[in-house]
């Protein structure tokens, strides 16, 4: 089988799996759309206002779009490689032509579909919940997937390297929680302590650069290249410390 056979048949699935899975699937559109209702219509943003949530609706779009662009990939992928190393799964892929990194990259390919749709489904709120002004981009659709194939790279470390599911679920949150809110999303970077490095997260660059292509303001190419350097390294990590079986 060719690789282009192998990775179609990995993602399919992947994809069957994912939806045999109702509270994973249910939860994945359900959870964002939940963060855009309490923070975006009930909370609101007080343009000239002091405290959170000051500055204009389309202000926050990156940090709804980092709801699932974090949390989905890191708990998915780093559930999925915890579940196939205790049913010794990745030792009956070893008997298989399928590569390591061909199946992180059948796992990323669903995350990006999954996450795409849930991200247009963000979208569509905000222009119509909270009167955000959003400019259409083709730039937005890189950043979507750099993100995810980065956040599916820490996931598959986080898989690895936890000893059970539920350390990556709690490693899962422990990362995701701090980068959400100390990456330039919800929090502007003026409100936040002048020492603080968030130029050492890469949701920063997505955050910088979703807010550069969707408000059409600010440089969106220097964020899209790091984030293009970020995910391929975490993704190749990854993909190396998923099991092996010699």
């Known amino acids: 089988m060719s690789r282009t056979g192998r990775l179609r048949a990995e993602t399919r699935a992947a994809t069957l799996a994912f939806l045999r899975r109702r509270t994973a699937v249910f939860f994945t559109f359900f959870f964002p759309v939940i963060i855009v209702v309490i923070f975006g219509v009930l909370v609101q943003t007080r ?3 002091g405290g959170l949530f000051t500055e204009p ?8 779009l ?6 989905t990939p890191l708990s998915r992928v780093g559930s999925e490689v915890a579940r196939h190393r205790d049913g010794n799964r990745f030792e009956k892929l070893a008997t298989t032509p399928l590569t390591r990194p061909e199946w992180l990259l059948a796992q990323t390919l669903v995350n990006v579909v999954v996450i795409g749709l849930a991200g247009l489904l963000i ?9 955000a002004t959003i400019q259409p981009s ?4 890189p950043f979507v997937v750099l993100g995810v194939a980065l956040f599916c790279g820490v996931g598959a470390m986080l898989g690895s390297l936890a000893s ?7 490693a899962s949150n422990g990362i995701a929680l701090p980068l959400l809110f100390l990456s330039e999303t919800f929090v502007p970077p003026t409100l936040l302590p002048a020492w603080l490095p968030t130029w050492l997260s890469p949701l920063t660059y997505f955050s910088r650069g979703v807010r550069a292509v ?24 990854g993909a190396r410390l998923l099991p092996r079986t010699d």
Do not use: E, K, N, R
């Not at 979208?123 to 009167?131: D, E, K």
């Not at 059970?164 to 709690?170: C, K, N, R, T």
């Open 47 to 49: 343009p000239g206002g």
């Open 57 to 64: 609706p389309a202000y926050y779009v990156p940090g709804y």
């Open 66 to 71: 980092a709801v699932v662009v974090l949390f």
């Open 123 to 131: 979208l569509g709120l905000m222009v119509v919940l909270t009167g």
């Open 138 to 141: 083709p730039l937005l659709v």
């Open 164 to 170: 059970s599911q539920d350390g990556v679920i709690s």
């Open 214 to 237: 969707t408000t059409g303001t600010g440089d969106a190419l220097v964020p899209l290249a790091v984030l293009a350097g970020c995910a391929v390294v975490f993704v190749a990590v």
